[in-house]
């Protein structure tokens, strides 16, 4: 056999790794640096919606870029992780950067750098920035990588909407032990004078928020007090000071998707209120695609590995409004058999995230985490799932354990706790992806 040769940007990612080993160092003098050094791209940007919180920012941003589309709109956008290839991360005008584009920013980065310390976030987000402002477009959807008044991406002055999804507990060594003390840090990236769309929160993220956008006289559009979005019977309905819309079943699953519906809707109103029509928003919201967030895989060599009447499910979240939020869409399913497949990293709360589920589901199947990133031992999964009262085992892969979670009456599999996992699956089933 062949060993297949690693990708030239393989090899530049795994030499910019390399810089500063320590994985998350947060800060903006690296970035301000080597912004500076490559001709301060960050001033030759499209207009910017930058996005934070704990959960709902892929989601929120994947409809935006939907609307965005419908309407004509030329549109980058800067997520992260990725869940197969880095490349996801940085789309330029709809299109996934291509492998020499990245390579060619990537490397002018290293040479600028010059050897000195910068985390592998930062020389990333440097080099996407780079892309983007050598691609025309007429938006670019920023997400944060890590809270917000630290990460890399803050280093932009003059967005034209900030937008605040769900803020909880998560990443607590490095954003606080609290939920104000984490709100304090995504609310970091609210600027003087340019307007913020909240989701809903709970109060006490909602506070320091508030505190935040009053003394920068930043205006406010909150949910729950100038905008709201639920579900209804095959769609749902978004309602602000304009009036009520009543829209098509988001085309996320789940029903906390009308919420992130809801927000990217009163976001882009922020910024160019009279622009969109309802065929934009209808088309955005049936039509938004982010793998890997409660996902039905219908067909490929996992999902073919299930008899019959099963069906295979993934999902990315991993802290306890996750498992919320899971455990509510899974209470909409027909009643059935639940099995979850779960591997998770070390430095997630599994009892907070498994709690809600185990009220829905009827056993856990417990995996090693794939690739490198520490996780939870299978056993510590196990004790923890059992402790709630859901039956447990461990598998040695992904297909050992679709094998044993299909056993009786037909039912569901949902692979969850980790994106790492979620990405693992999807490589796996081709046909999904």
């Known amino acids: 056999m062949f060993e297949r040769r690693p990708r030239p940007i393989d090899t530049a990612l795994k030499r910019v790794t390399a810089l500063h080993p320590k994985l998350i160092d947060l800060g903006l003098e690296r970035t301000r640096r080597l912004l500076a050094s490559v001709g301060s791209p960050e001033k030759s940007l499209p207009p910017v919606i930058h996005v934070a919180g704990t959960n709902g920012k892929g989601s929120t941003i994947a409809f935006m870029r939907a609307i965005a589309h419908a309407a004509g709109l030329r549109v980058h956008v800067y997520t992260s992780p990725h869940l197969l290839r880095f490349n996801e991360r940085i789309v330029l005008n709809g299109s996934t950067i291509g492998e020499d584009a990245l390579l060619s920013a990537l490397e002018e980065c290293e040479t600028a750098n010059a050897g000195a310390p910068v985390t592998f976030f930062e020389i990333t987000t440097v080099a996407a920035f780079l892309a983007f402002s050598r691609t025309p477009a007429d938006l670019l959807l920023l997400e944060t990588g890590l809270g917000g008044r630290f990460d890399s991406t803050n280093i932009l002055d003059n967005p034209v909407v900030t937008t605040i999804t769900p803020v909880s507990m998560d990443h607590m060594a490095f954003l606080g032990d609290t939920v104000s003390e984490i709100a304090f840090e995504k609310a970091g990236i609210v600027k003087p004078g340019v307007p913020c769309v909240v989701a809903p929160q709970v109060p006490d993220a909602l506070g320091v928020i508030q505190r935040q956008a009053q003394e920068l006289a930043a205006p406010l559009s909150i949910s729950g007090a100038d905008w709201s979005s639920c579900t209804k019977p ?64 219908e067909s490929g060599a996992l999902a073919d590995l299930l008899p019959d009447g099963w069906q295979l499910w993934i999902d990315g979240g991993h802290n306890p409004s996750a498992g919320d939020a899971l455990a509510r869409a899974i209470s909409a399913w027909p009643a059935s058999i639940v099995v979850l497949v779960c591997a998770m990293q070390e430095n997630k709360d599994v009892s907070g995230f498994l709690t809600p589920l185990s009220e829905v589901a009827d056993r856990l199947i417990a995996l090693d985490l794939p690739g490198d990133t520490p996780g939870h031992s299978p056993r510590t999964l196990t004790d923890i799932a059992w402790n709630l009262g ?11 354990a679709l094998d044993m979670a299909a056993n009786g009456p037909a039912g569901r599999v949902l692979v969850c706790g980790s994106l790492y996992l979620a990405g693992e699956v999807i490589a796996a089933n081709p046909s999904a992806s």
Request: some cysteine.
């Open 234 to 297: 095959g769609g749902m309905v978004y309602c602000d000071e304009d009036g009520e819309i009543d829209l098509p079943e988001p085309a996320l699953a789940g029903e906390h998707q009308s919420v992130n519906a809801g927000t990217a809707i009163a976001t882009l109103r922020c910024w160019k209120p009279r622009f969109w029509s309802l065929e934009d928003f209808s088309a955005g919201v049936s039509t938004a695609v982010w793998p890997g967030r409660f996902q039905c895989l």
């Open 390 to 400: 859901l039956d447990t085992m461990v598998a040695s892969s992904l297909g050992d």
